[in-house]
């Protein structure tokens, strides 16, 4: 059975970092295209980065390039996501999720597996 769960986040300062992790139970990660997803209050659920399983190439939503970064550990099976120069703008609940899809766009409705979220906090 297929199971993503996610750690790290909480409450980060403006300007701070933190990393999320997403282990992966059930199936091999790296035969899946990965992604971390984040959803604000009121807002739909949005593609924060993503790397897809051919090829492996990475897509980074404008609002987080240049200060997040995902990175895949096929040998610990897990999936970070470092965030740095964090924003209150990102405060959400971010997820962890898997595709079978071997190019998939990075949004949501591409993707068939998904942890619970965690939440992170920006704020001072």
């Known amino acids: 059975q297929v199971h993503l769960v996610e750690s790290g986040g909480g409450l980060v300062q403006p300007g701070g970092s933190t990393t999320l992790s997403c282990v992966a139970s059930?199936?091999?990660?790296?035969?899946?295209?990965i992604g971390w997803f984040r959803q604000a209050p009121g807002k739909q659920r949005e593609g924060v980065a993503c790397?897809?399983?051919?090829?492996?190439?990475?897509y980074y939503a404008d609002s987080v390039e240049g200060r997040f970064t995902l990175s895949r550990d096929n040998a610990k099976n897990t999936v970070d996501l470092q965030m740095n120069s964090l924003k209150p703008d990102d405060t959400a609940v971010y997820y962890c999720?898997?595709?079978?899809?071997?190019?998939?766009?990075?949004?949501?409705?591409?993707?068939?597996?998904w942890g619970q979220g965690i939440q992170v906090t920006v704020s001072s």
């Open positions: 999720a898997a595709s079978r899809n071997p190019s998939p766009p990075c949004g949501f409705s591409y993707y068939d597996y």
């Open positions: 790397i897809i399983s051919r090829g492996g190439s990475l």
């Open positions: 059930g199936f091999t990660l790296d035969h899946y295209s």
